[in-house]
C-alpha cells in the first residue's frame, strides 16, 4: 500500500507542481534515521514522502483539523503513530513504537512543532526531541517552502513552486546522565534541531528562530501550541484572537 501512495504522491507532483528536491544526496542509504521538516500546511508529509526515497514510518496527530476532509484518508492508509492531542498516555505510546522502529534501524518522520496552523518557524514539541536522546540516532533536517501555494495556485490553474532541501544529518544528540531526559534537555535539544530546518527555509519564515527581532516578535504572537488545553471530548483546537489558520 506504500508503495502505491508513494508512486502516487510522486505523480502528483510531478504533474500538479514545479517540484525540486535540493540535497537529496545527503539522504543516508542506510541504517536508522529521525526525518524531521517544518510544518506550515497538510500537504508537507506529502513533500517528505516524495523527497525521501526510503521507506517512513511517521508519528501524526489523530486528527488534521486544518485538512480538507477528501484527503483524510491518506494518513490511515499510509499507517503512522497517532498522537491525539492533549492525551499524554496515547502520546507516550505512540512514542514508543516510533522508537522501536529506529532501534530496529527504520526511519521515522515527525514534524517537530506539532501542527500546521501557521506558516512561521514555532518551537518544537518534546517528543522529536524525546526520540533523539532515547535512540541516539541521527536526525535529517529537511526544509519545505510552497506547499501552502499549491492549492491557491491550482485555482489559478498554474503549478506552484515547491522547494524541498534536506540538511546534512546532525547528531546523535544524548542527554546527559539519565534515561529519561528532562524537559529543560529536551528543549535544548530541540532548539538545536529547529534551527538546523530554520537553515533550510526562506529567512521571512524562520518565525522564533530568525535573527531578525522583528520577525520572532511577530511570530511569538502566533506561536503558542493551541491544543494545550484542548478538552478530551473535543479535538478541534480553539482558534485565539488574531490567530491565522490554513
Given at each position: 500500500m506504500r508503495r502505491v501512495l508513494a508512486a502516487i504522491i510522486r505523480a502528483i507532483f510531478a504533474l500538479l507542481t514545479r517540484s525540486r528536491v535540493e540535497g537529496s544526496e545527503r539522504i543516508p542509504a542506510e541504517g536508522p534515521l529521525l526525518v524531521v521538516a517544518n510544518h506550515f500546511h497538510f500537504i508537507d508529509p506529502l513533500a517528505v514522502i516524495n523527497a525521501v526515497r526510503r521507506p517512513l514510518?511517521?508519528?501524526g496527530?489523530?486528527?488534521m483539523p486544518f485538512a480538507p476532509a477528501a484527503?483524510?484518508?491518506?494518513p490511515r492508509l499510509w499507517g503512522l503513530y497517532r498522537i491525539p492531542r492533549g492525551k499524554e498516555g496515547f502520546a507516550r505510546a505512540a512514542l514508543r513504537?516510533?522508537?522501536a522502529t529506529l532501534r530496529g534501524g527504520g526511519i521515522v518522520g515527525i514534524f517537530p512543532e506539532g501542527g500546521s496552523w501557521t506558516n512561521v518557524l514555532r518551537r518544537p514539541r518534546p517528543g522529536t526531541a524525546f526520540l533523539a536522546a532515547r535512540t541516539g540516532v541521527r536526525v535529517l533536517p529537511i526544509g519545505i517552502d510552497g506547499t501552502d501555494g499549491i492549492l491557491p495556485s491550482l485555482r489559478r490553474f498554474r503549478r506552484q513552486r515547491v522547494t524541498v532541501r534536506v540538511?546534512?544529518?546532525i547528531g546523535p544528540f544524548r542527554a546527559d546522565g539519565?534515561?529519561?531526559p528532562g524537559r529543560d534537555q529536551l528543549d535544548t535539544i530541540g532548539d538545536a534541531i529547529m534551527r538546523a530546518v530554520a537553515e533550510l527555509i526562506p529567512e521571512s519564515r524562520r518565525g522564533v528562530y530568525s535573527p531578525d527581532p522583528d520577525v520572532r516578535r511577530a511570530a511569538e504572537s502566533v506561536a503558542a501550541?493551541?491544543?494545550e488545553?484542548?478538552?478530551r471530548h473535543d479535538p478541534t483546537p480553539r482558534a485565539k484572537e488574531g490567530e491565522p489558520h490554513e
Open positions: 514510518d511517521f508519528v496527530g489523530f486528527h484527503v483524510r484518508f491518506i513504537g516510533a522508537e540538511g546534512s544529518p539519565t534515561a529519561r501550541y493551541p491544543w488545553r484542548t478538552s
